[in-house]
């Protein structure tokens, strides 16, 4: 978290600072002499930061006074780097209301001289470190800006599209962040489902010479596996296809990578978080008792992956920017792109093998139109009743990773049908990633008819009650 924070930070200096800045504060958080925080969040505003209250009093030699309180700072104090770079949002007098309102500043803890030399410290304090359920690695702080000095970063009032650049990169983060706690925490349960034993397997004993058969003999253990299995593997080809196009959009200027990866940003984020968390749970039940237990390490995981589906943007929130905001954007070109390629990667890849087809491409041409009519249905009754939509945008997110994860399974199968059709000499990896890729389609993907059936039934039954009759 430190460093991904550092990243993030010196990423949104070099999109929006001026030169200046950028030669006083970049080299030393590249080299990781210094690191960097966000700070957005406030006692009384965290999703609305429109109601953020942090001043920003303009000086006449161009910095500004920096005064206000910002909690739940990740890295906000430590004593690993020289220097902390903190990005702070406020609101310089004067400006306008809510979050159109809202500027970004570097305020570092320690302040730099002309020669780049460290001089007085800065009036940033941390007003103390919170005890939290896990990440107990890293420092979450309530920081107290006290006439601190800032430095503005970007046009004034436009602070929330440059800490955007942070933000995205942050979610990206935080999607690989869940995703790597299910697959340390499957790959923990896997070694104790080999070496646990208890009950034999009802098909015959697997293990004659002791007294039980190791736990990975049962189905149900065998189910909860694969789940974790088909999900870590599924998950992280996402990643990686995200990370291209995060690339292609970063050096090729490929406006349409752009697009896309900004459409799937809050799936990354909500969805890979949402089920890493699952996954922790599905793997610390497969130690029973000890997995409660803190001896073996698996209640941290759990601990640990939960704290992702909040921050960067509760998993709630994320769901509401990919249905209020990034399906329609740019006229609903990048949702559309997405169906296309779906599309397209079936019709090129149909008719070639009758296997292929019915354990691969037809889930996910069904999950797809599952998709699709769930994004029908928003477009059609969404504009006459929000409620409708937004009740069900969290079924919507989850479906959408779901055929992310199906699309990326249909690719990884034909890679490995490729593979072994010409005669690898790692047979047992391709025939490996084809059974975890059937399991998937087979198991996890149906998930979107539920999802579709939910958004489906609209928002009355969600707000058919009083608030009193909670
Ligand atoms: C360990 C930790 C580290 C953090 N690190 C940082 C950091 O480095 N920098 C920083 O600035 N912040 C940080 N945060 C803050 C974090 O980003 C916020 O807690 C988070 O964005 C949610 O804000 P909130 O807690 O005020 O909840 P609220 O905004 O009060 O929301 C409460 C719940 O209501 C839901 N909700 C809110 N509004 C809506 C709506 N319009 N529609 C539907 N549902 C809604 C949310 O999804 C959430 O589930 C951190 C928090 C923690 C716990």
Known sequence: MYHGLTHGAASAILAHASQELKDIFLPKMVSCEWTGTMNLTEPHCGTDLGLMRTKAAPQDDGSFKISGQKIFISAGEHDMAENIIHLVLAKIEGAPEGIKGVSLFIVPK?????????GERNGASVGSIEEKMGIHGNSTCVMNYDDAVGYLVG????????????MNEARVGVGMQGLSQAEVAYQNALIYAKDR??????????????????????PDIRRSLMDQKSFAEGGR???????????????????????LVSLLTPIIKGFLTDQGYDMTIKAQQIYGGHGYIEEWGMSQFTRD??????????????????VGRKLAQDGGKHVMAFFELVKSFIKENAGQDDAYDAEFLEPLKAASKDLQAAGMYFMQQGMTNPNNALSGSYDFMHMFGHVCIGLMWARMGKAARAALAGGTSDT???????????????????????????IQSG????????AANF
């Open 110 to 118: 320690i302040l730099v001289n002309d020669d780049g030399s460290l």
């Open 155 to 166: 046009e004034e009032h436009k602070g929330m599209r440059a800490m955007f650049t942070m």
């Open 197 to 218: 034993l208890q009950g034999r397997d009802v098909t015959g004993v697997k293990n004659p010479d002791g007294p039980a058969d190791p736990l990975i003999v049962h």
């Open 237 to 259: 080809a996402f990643c990686l296809w995200a990370a291209t196009m995060i690339d292609a959009a970063h050096r090729s200027d490929d406006k349409d990578a752009d697009g």
């Open 305 to 322: 992956a939960r704290i992702a589906m909040i921050y960067e943007g509760a998993n709630g929130v994320q769901a509401l920017d990919l």
């Open 428 to 454: 047992e990896f391709y025939e490996t990633k084809l059974a975890t890729g059937r399991y998937y389609m087979a198991r996890q993907l149906p998930a979107t008819a539920l999802h579709l059936t939910r």
């Open 459 to 466: 928002g009355d039954t969600v707000m058919a009650l009083e």
